[in-house]
């Protein structure tokens, strides 16, 4: 057996020993199931050990915890005080499955995708990661509407179809142009890196249209007339569509929020003191598991990948 395949058996195991431990904890396992863990424990002493082994992690993190977020005094069971961090990986991937059901649009990306799209009239869009975008095209306008996340679009120039973006009730029409639009949660960005855009908001609001030129950016809230216009840098507001993340002077909790955008399941910062720390990084969306990793050596920080979808920083 090869170095490589003890590795994979070695993952299998804890896998296997994690599974375990999460149903423990979960309080409904059946009489079956303890059998069919009572005969893996005994089949091979590594299948024990890593049981063991992960069965303290969890207490190891669960006084952790309890250190840097001193909760008040209650009266709980010491099984579930022990495993109450199995609680919060539970909430995450009922996290997970609400988001799986949100609307996909005509065209999505998945966390951690970038992807370049081909409209039927020659203009084209790039689509950040978790983003997506609804197409109504018809003789007299080409209409996109940003249901989530951030797109760039490069708009073949056409006068007697005007091209606009809609967002948060606002909209972002050019005739050929280049810019982006971003969801914001309750605000929209608009940044125009060619040519002219008219942003209004309301939609209807044609009276709140504002002239924004390219390399300027503008802001407006959910039904709300948009801010001044301001200057833009250009070519950090584009980083991302060459798959990388240009993160400058940030406290490291707007950092891990920046990355947790393009990182599956959640990251966890245990030390709320950390998150303060101001931090620089430059980062290959492709290789964030290294990334993060660096980050985290050079602040003196663990690192813990319990599974794919919940990674801790301590």
């Given amino acids: 057996m090869t170095s490589t395949d003890n590795d994979t058996n070695a993952e299998t195991i804890a896998e296997t020993a994690r599974h ?68 919060a990986a539970a909430s995450v991937v009922l996290v997970m499955m609400v988001l799986a059901f949100r609307p996909q649009g005509d065209f999505h990306t998945a966390t951690g995708e970038i992807r370049t799209v081909a409209l039927e009239d020659g203009s084209r869009l790039i689509l950040d990661t978790d983003s997506a975008v609804d197409v109504h095209y018809d003789s007299g306008l080409r209409r996109i509407e940003l249901l989530r996340g951030r797109a760039w679009f490069q708009v073949e120039p056409n006068k007697r179809r005007p091209f606009e973006v809609l967002s948060q009730g606002g909209a972002a029409q050019a005739v050929g142009t280049a810019y982006q639009v971003e969801d914001r949660g309750r605000s929209v960005r608009v940044t125009v890196t060619q040519g002219v855009v008219s942003v209004r908001s309301p939609e209807r609001g044609g009276e709140h249209a504002v002239m924004v030129h390219a390399g300027q950016t503008v802001v407006y809230d959910s039904g709300q007339p948009p801010s001044g216009v301001s200057d833009a840098d250009v070519t950090a507001a584009l980083l991302w569509t060459e798959g990388r993340l240009e993160l400058d002077d940030l406290p490291l909790d707007d950092v891990l929020t920046a990355i947790q955008r393009y990182h599956p399941g959640k990251i966890l910062l245990l030390d709320s003191g950390v998150g303060r720390r101001r931090v620089s990084a430059m980062l290959s969306v492709a290789e964030l598991d290294k990334g993060l990793d660096a980050l985290a050596e050079s602040q003196g920080l663990a690192l813990r990948r319990l599974t794919p979808y919940l990674t801790l920083l301590y």
């Avoid at 149903?23 to 396992?29: E, N, V």
């Avoid at 915890?65 to 008040?72: G, I, K, R, V």
């Fill in 20 to 87: 375990w431990v999460i149903r423990i904890a979960s309080g409904t396992m059946e009489q079956g199931e303890r059998e069919r863990l009572a005969r893996w424990l005994a089949t091979d002493p590594q299948h024990r050990q890593a049981f063991e082994h992960e069965q303290q992690f969890w207490r190891d993190l669960a006084a952790l915890e309890a250190d840097l977020c001193p909760a008040p005094v209650v009266t709980e069971s010491p099984i579930r005080r022990r495993f109450l961090p199995l609680a």
